[in-house]
């Protein structure tokens, strides 16, 4: 069950996988461009990566975006500007090298998950995965129908429904990864 503290009390977020909308793309580039605006020179390039960056893709309703940077350490003194924007900074948030924010609370709407420009490996493994799905309509069909039968299956619980589709990531990021070489 995932629960939020939100002004001492305790929200509990539901699942929710939807169908795919053009008001997702529109939604990365006008945050893209915020970002752009505080990140300056350090950045490199930002992606929009996960579900949503997917046409025809099911999704939960949450942009995912991937800054490349120089610098991944630069980042941390951009922390008081992403919060004025809405974001919450939580480090590396269990991924060596990476900067994670979240914006919503309770109900979300971005990740950014920056990587610095020397972070080859998880840079191409989120492109890469992003990039089968856009080039395979079957396997992205396949993939929101798994993440939608998930979230009917484990509304309140976002452990199982990450476990749930776990293998078949995975699964598209070997594919994808092989067709990048």
Do not use: C
Not at 71 to 84: K, L, S, Y
Not at 85 to 109: A, M, Q, S, V
Not at 123 to 141: F, P, T
Not at 146 to 173: H, Q, S, T
């Amino acid at each position: 069950m995932i629960r939020r503290k939100v002004k001492e009390e305790y929200v509990i977020m539901r699942m929710e996988v939807q169908d795919y909308s053009t008001e997702w793309i529109r939604m990365f580039e006008a945050e893209a461009e915020k970002i752009r605006g505080i990140f300056g020179r350090e950045i490199i390039d930002i992606h929009h990566i996960g579900s949503t960056s997917v046409p025809g893709l099911k999704a939960k309703p949450i942009i995912d975006m991937m800054p490349v940077v120089k610098e991944i350490e630069a980042v941390d003194a951009f922390n008081r500007q992403m919060e004025e924007l809405g974001y919450r900074g939580l480090g590396e948030y269990g991924i060596p090298g990476r900067r994670y924010f979240r914006k919503g609370n309770p109900k979300r709407t971005h990740h950014v998950h920056v990587f610095g420009m020397n972070n080859s490996t998880d840079i191409n493994r989120h492109l890469a995965v992003r990039n089968y799905l856009r080039a395979n309509k079957a396997a992205a069909e396949s993939y929101g129908n798994l993440k939608a039968d998930l979230a009917d299956r484990f509304p309140e619980d976002m452990a199982a429904y990450i476990a749930g589709k776990n293998a078949f990531v995975k699964a598209l990021e070997k594919v994808g990864r092989k067709q990048m070489e």
